[in-house]
């Protein structure tokens, strides 16, 4: 059987980046830049003043020295020249005089009228910010795949680029299957359950930015799947939830491969989610993910997510593990990863811990709700001792750790 690694490997290594589109300026926000942004000018685009205060010549300034003012520029005024033995009044942002080398800030000055007194020493070069000291065009400021938070916005901003070239957002059809389901608005029957999966694996989609279709749910018969999951292969990607153990009544992977899907895998050496199977239908990479809602939900982050990021471009599209101190034993069957959910916790001394949030059985949703981590514990180890250290990764951002 595949391991936790290899599985996640070879769905990486068989989906690929969706075409490039151009798109307004702040719809690239989140999003991952396609190529990489060369700078195309100077920053800052001019020499200008760091300070309110006076731009001086440096030559002309000691302790004590008397400047008449002659001038003054607001930031956006048009350059003006510093006559030797004088200074200007400037503002923050305004570009540095011709003739001035330094500036003064006015905390550093006696104002008096129509004149300043120096009160401490001036260096050339002061207070300046000299144009192209942050970036000098043709710098590559943004590498390909850079998610784009507010600090590169900025950057794409300051550089007139009113688009920006990014991944299509992927579309992701859902399927639910099974005979016991029903959606939430219908009326109940006995022994029904509601399908939820549909509704975990839009909003884990569309977290990612990612565009969810909603197939609604499938019968566990090959005439209901056939009719769904044809539509579903019409995405860019297809998830389906359940049906995918060794029942009698578990026919997806049956019809997909009547469909045309080429299945790369199925079942993985992984505690929930061994069930899961992959494939692809040309360039449509297909996920039949365990029907227990805690197994689909952990899959999807898993194997699904970054292959999702991948597809939209993302350069880095795992999640950093961290080490994290158990805070009680664990005790598992040897043989297989076991994916726990754990609740993530800062000590005063700033180490993270983890414990297990409850129950671990794939039908207990409630842990799922408390944890704010998943705990790889290894394959080959059965028990693991309080106080060991285990390799962790958050579950959705950083409010994970309660903020
Ligand atoms: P299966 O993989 O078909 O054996 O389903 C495993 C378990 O997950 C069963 O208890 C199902 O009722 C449950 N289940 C399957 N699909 C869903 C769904 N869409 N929403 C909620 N529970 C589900
Ligand atoms: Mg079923």
């Not at 920006?164 to 006995?190: H, K, M, N, P």
């Not at 799947?225 to 939830?241: C, F, M, N, P």
Request: one cysteine or more.
């Amino acid at each position: 059987m595949l391991s936790f690694h290899q599985a996640r490997q070879q769905i990486l290594d068989a989906v690929q980046p969706l075409a490039l589109e151009k798109v307004p300026l702040l719809d690239a926000a989140g999003r991952a830049v396609a190529e990489d942004v060369m700078a195309s000018q100077s920053l800052p685009a001019f020499d200008n003043s760091a300070m309110d205060g006076y731009a001086v010549r440096a030559v002309d300034c000691q302790v004590g020295s008397v400047l008449p003012v002659k001038g003054y520029l607001p930031a956006g005024g048009s350059p003006v020249t510093v006559a030797p033995g004088s200074a200007v009044k400037i503002m923050t942002g305004a570009p540095l005089p011709a003739g001035a080398d330094a500036i003064v800030p006015f905390e550093e000055t006696e104002e008096q009228p129509e004149q300043i007194r120096l009160l401490g020493t001036v260096k050339s070069g002061d207070h300046i910010r000299w144009k192209g000291e942050d970036i000098r065009p043709g710098d590559r400021v943004i590498a390909a795949g850079t998610v784009l938070r507010p600090a590169e916005i900025s950057l794409l901003a300051s550089f007139s680029m009113s688009t920006v070239r990014v991944r299509r957002r992927v579309r992701v059809a859902i399927l639910s299957t099974g005979d016991e389901l029903q959606e939430i608005d219908e009326l109940r029957f006995e022994g029904s359950v509601v399908n939820s999966n549909s509704w975990a694996l839009a909003a884990a989609v569309r977290e990612i930015g990612g565009v969810p279709l909603m197939l609604g749910i499938a019968r566990d018969n090959l005439e209901s799947l056939r009719e769904k999951l044809i539509d579903g292969l019409q995405a860019d990607v297809l998830i389906t939830s359940a049906g995918v153990s060794a029942g009698d009544r578990d026919l997806v992977r049956e019809v997909l491969d009547e469909l045309g899907v080429v299945q790369q895998f199925w079942k993985i050496n992984i505690k929930p989610g061994k069930p899961t199977a992959f494939g692809m239908k040309e360039t449509v990479p297909v996920f039949s993910l365990p029907g227990n809602p805690v197994s689909t939900m952990i899959t999807f982050e898993e194997f699904v997510r970054p292959a999702l990021l991948k597809m939209m471009g993302h350069r880095v599209v795992l999640k950093p593990l961290f080490k994290a101190k158990l805070q009680e034993p664990v005790k598992k069957r040897a043989g297989r990863l076991q994916l726990m959910r754990v609740a993530v916790e800062l000590n005063s001394a700033g180490e993270l811990l983890v414990a297990s949030p409850g129950d671990q059985n794939t039908g207990i949703l409630r842990t799922m709700i408390y944890a704010t981590g998943i705990a790889l514990l290894e394959a080959e180890r059965d028990f693991y001792a309080a106080g060991e250290q285990v390799d962790v990764h958050l579950l959705g951002a950083a409010t994970a750790l309660g903020y």
